[in-house]
């Protein structure tokens, strides 16, 4: 089975609210079996508009990824992030 990815780019505007988002996702995370592989470190910006801080988290399939981001756990920490800074996130399914 392919493994699933979220793929984030995000603008945080409020750090001390966003703060409170990034300590409760990853009970959701955890829940549905994934992995950070990236979380906010160096990047380089190559083509189109980008944001500061970018996310790649693994999951054991698409379908967990998906779970994961309509779970309860997953809403009630997104419910923090809102005021807090700009994402974009895609769910990818591997090869």
């Known amino acids: 089975m392919a ?8 603008s945080v505007t409020d750090p001390q609210q966003y703060r409170l988002y990034a300590e409760a996702a990853p009970i959701a995370f955890k829940k549905y079996g ?5 979380r906010g ?13 970018n996310v790649v988290i693994e ?12 779970s309860e756990e997953y809403q009630s920490a997104k419910a923090h992030r809102a005021g807090a800074g700009i994402a974009e996130i895609v769910l990818v399914e591997g090869v």
Do not use: N
């Open 59 to 70: 999951f054991p399939s698409l379908q967990a990824a998906i779970d994961c981001y309509h």
């Open 34 to 38: 994934a992995t950070i592989l990236a």
């Open 3 to 10: 493994k699933g990815y979220w793929i984030a780019h995000v």
């Open 41 to 53: 470190g160096s990047c380089q910006q190559m083509e189109g508009e980008g944001r500061p801080r």
